[in-house]
């Protein structure tokens, strides 16, 4: 099969590695995928935000900036249009973003099955947290958007609950959620250097990875770090960096007890397993009600003893007392309370982490049986429209996911600069 995906994603973090890791799996399973997006995010640093776009973004007045979100769309359907003429795709897949509409274009103009990735509800999102200055068209956007694909696949069933309120309830929902690479994860790890260099030993650590945000709640861990005493072996160690560092450091400075708090600031992609690998309780302090967050499967495949929230889309995935400790959210102390518990029972540290490590397994929680659903969602739309995909042609040469992506937005590129769009023949035009 011949997948033409398209994605809006100029920041190299947690959704470049479900962008990536799909379609690695998706090659790996015989298909063959062109990306286009900006391609500038395939050559950046891990950890690199948006580059001239997040520039943009905290320098011009908001209604500027959305204006230009929504003038990109016109140069994104420009480039899905003649990867269809050059490429000829069999399926288009789309990572829903806000003021995107070039894939629902892409699929009217040329008769392609379409899946519609949706991994938050942007506009309700923005709207909270930043504001829209252009209401009417991001909601106008985001509802065309999700009408116009043939099937939405939301990351949790909290957030299918809430795509539907838009779509209605006879559009057809698929949830999907995140997943891992086995083979990333399959170590054997060097923790005992990670350990060495970040003065781990003999410690019990509370680890968190990822982008750090005040929301997290990790105020309160360090808070309960300082009320252990001075030779308290627990310690915070956060692999990752972001807006809410600055301040826990000077919280767990003031509190005297800076040298248990531990930021190692970004780390490499390949190298994060080998850091969790260290971590002893793994924690998910917070986290919005409609996410699949990437750590959990992280922590899962690493075979982590979990503390994390219970709500409904993190029950999607972890089970109280099997594989997780879940805390009750509206507790002042719910957190606190279940590190302690944990940090005092070694057993159930073992019980819990050897459930984390059955469980990517017994759920098939991997990038690959995702890749396989979506194949199979395709040929079901495909045979709707007495259509027959092709068999798949055999598997790729090995290369790196990162280096996919930037080589083929260098040629989706190329394409644009070759000259005026050629025709391209549709179903629709064919059925006519």
Do not use: C
């Amino acid at each position: 099969m011949k997948i033409l995906y398209h994605h809006r994603i100029r920041s190299k973090d947690g959704q470049f590695v479900h962008l990536e890791e799909l379609v690695e799996a998706f090659r790996a399973l015989g298909h063959e995928v062109l990306v286009v997006g900006p391609h500038a995010v395939g050559s950046a640093k891990f950890g690199a935000d948006a580059g001239l776009v997040a520039w943009l973004k905290r320098r011009l007045p908001r209604v500027l900036y959305e204006l230009a979100e929504w003038a990109y769309g016109f140069h994104a359907y420009r480039r899905l249009a003649r990867a269809v003429a050059t490429f000829a795709p069999d399926v288009l897949y789309e990572r829903y973003n806000l003021f995107s509409t070039a894939g629902v274009k892409a699929r009217g103009r040329f008769g392609l099955p379409m899946l519609l990735e949706i991994n938050a509800p942007v506009y309700a999102e923005r709207k909270k947290f930043d504001g829209i200055a252009l209401d009417r068209l991001a909601h106008a956007s985001e509802r065309a958007a999700w009408r116009g694909a043939d099937v939405l696949l939301p990351v949790t069933a909290a957030l299918a609950g809430i795509v539907r309120e838009t779509v209605g309830p006879t559009r057809r929902l698929e949830v999907i959620s995140n997943g891992i690479n086995l083979a990333h994860f399959a170590g054997p790890f060097d923790a005992a250097s990670v350990r060495a260099r970040w003065r781990l030993d003999g410690r019990i650590v509370l680890g968190f990875t990822g982008f750090v945000r005040d929301w997290h709640g990790l105020d309160r861990v360090i808070d309960a770090i300082a009320r252990d005493g001075p030779e308290h072996p627990r310690m915070l160690f956060v692999v990752g960096d972001g807006p809410a560092r600055a301040g826990l450091e000077a919280q767990a400075a003031s509190l005297g007890i800076a040298s248990r708090v531990v930021f190692t600031g970004v780390v490499e992609r390949d190298e994060v397993p080998t850091y969790v690998s260290t971590f002893d309780i793994a924690l998910q302090p917070a986290v919005v009600p409609y996410a699949s967050p990437l750590k959990l499967f992280e922590y899962l495949a690493l075979g982590r003893a979990i503390v994390a929230p219970d709500q409904p889309n993190i029950r999607e995935v972890l089970e109280d007392g099997v594989n997780a400790l879940l805390f009750d959210v509206d507790a002042p102390a719910g957190l606190t309370d279940a590190i302690e518990r944990l940090a005092r029972d070694d057993a159930l540290r073992e019980r819990l982490a050897r459930g984390a490590r059955q469980t990517i397994a017994a759920r098939g929680l991997t990038w690959t049986a995702n890749a396989e659903r979506v194949i199979g969602l395709f040929e079901a739309l495909a045979l709707a429209r007495g259509r027959e995909l092709p068999a798949v042609r055999g598997h790729p040469q090995p290369v790196s996911g990162a280096q996919r992506v930037a080589d083929e937005g260098r040629r989706v590129e190329g394409l644009e600069r070759s000259g005026p769009l050629p025709r391209v023949e549709t179903d629709r035009q064919k059925v006519a």
